[in-house]
């Protein structure tokens, strides 16, 4: 079962006011935490979707150069997130992927356990459409979307992403693996969530 990674850089950052994944955390930068977990992972690719002005800088050489990672620009991000995900959903199509990984890269905190425990439960869960992280009863993200989704990804529009679709008769579909740890979901989105971060 080949697995890839869609790692979701193309945001404004407009509540932040700054690009926010060029921030500075320690020696590091805040969208390259996520992305080391990523690429640690048991993924198979990892596409970095990024807007059209993004000069990537905030990716480490090695990691632009790693043998998983692909870089896409998304020349319509920013219509919304939906374009984003289309932009990855049409490379994992490309590349014959079984099922993709959606991440942001502004959830520092994810771990490669994560990813994993959700690897293993779509590959021991034949039927699976998707395996989704739930908090505080609450879809959120990273995400595992089987191959069967990708026609109902590629439909949606605007800014939201693949929990739009996960409603209804889809929950009945897929697997939820409950997270107790708010701070492995935090998502940096304002001068504040950095501060905390």
């Known amino acids: 079962m080949k697995i890839a990674g869609i790692y979701l850089a193309a945001g404004s950052s407009s509540r932040m006011g700054t690009h926010k994944l060029a921030l500075p955390v320690g ?9 080391e977990t990523a690429l640690d992972s048991p993924l198979d690719e990892i596409y970095v979707i990024t807007r059209h002005a993004d000069n990537t800088e905030w990716i480490p050489p090695h990691m632009k150069q790693h043998a998983k990672c692909t870089i896409i620009t998304c020349p319509a991000s920013c219509e919304g997130q939906s374009e984003s995900l289309r932009c990855g959903i049409q490379q994992a199509q490309n590349h014959h992927a079984d099922a993709v990984l ?5 959830q520092p905190f994810i771990t490669v ?3 994993s425990e959700m690897i293993i439960c779509m590959k021991n869960n034949p039927g699976c ?11 959120t993200p990273p995400v595992l979307l089987s191959s069967s989704l ?9 800014d939201k992403g693949a929990r739009s679709i996960l409603r209804g008769d889809f ?8 997270c107790n740890d708010k701070r492995l979901v935090f ?11």
């Open 187 to 197: 998502d940096v989105d304002t001068i504040e969530d950095y501060k905390t971060l």
């Open 113 to 115: 356990h994560m990813l």
């Open 27 to 35: 020696t590091r930068s805040l969208g390259s935490l996520a992305l």
């Open 129 to 139: 459409k998707f395996v989704a992280t739930s908090f505080d009863q609450s879809i």
């Open 171 to 178: 929950l009945n579909q897929g697997k939820l693996l409950p």
């Open 150 to 158: 990708y026609p109902d990804l590629l439909k949606v529009r605007g």
């Open 102 to 106: 959606v991440l942001l890269a502004d």
